[in-house]
């Protein structure tokens, strides 16, 4: 897979989801951007992340959907620092998604009070001269609009439910 470009030139992402993968002997998962980062001995999905914060960037236009994807996956998350072309990890961890299932939760709770307000949208709209059709379509547009842009997995977190593997 080709590295990313930008005007600044090659994405760092794309060179440290290769330094993890070769660290832990994992394979590309051939999915794109979109699918899992690298897969395991079993062919486990797993997600790589890096970061030189106190905070996980995680992914754009997240929705329940993307959770319902993360629950299947394996995380592995290494936070460092860039020394001139190089990328050195201090710590890496490793989550499964029973680990990840509290931070999920507190998305997922988002998510839900959305729908509830969703909800009392439609019943309001039940009793009006709104058509079914158009009902139903509002509720399609919110559910499809509703996300997240990129919230964050704070690496506390990480370290308080991880296992620490570099």
Known sequence: ????????GVVQDDAREKQLRRLFG??????????????GDHDEPIELKSTTKEGVTTARDVGPHTLTKWREKYWIVGKGHQVGEKFEFEEIYFLSPSMLEEWLG???????????????VKELLR???VSEEDQTRLAY??????????????????????????
Do not use: C
């Open 1 to 8: 897979m080709p590295r990313r470009r930008h005007k600044f």
């Open 127 to 129: 009793n009006s001269k």
């Open 26 to 39: 994992l394979r590309p998962s051939g999915e794109g951007r979109m699918g899992a980062d690298a897969l």
């Open 106 to 120: 507190t998305l997922e709770a988002w998510f839900r009070d959305n729908l509830r307000i969703l909800d009392q």
């Open 141 to 166: 547009l919110v559910e499809r609009g509703m996300t997240k842009n990129n919230p964050k997995i704070f690496m506390q977190y990480v370290r308080e439910h991880g296992v620490r593997i570099g």
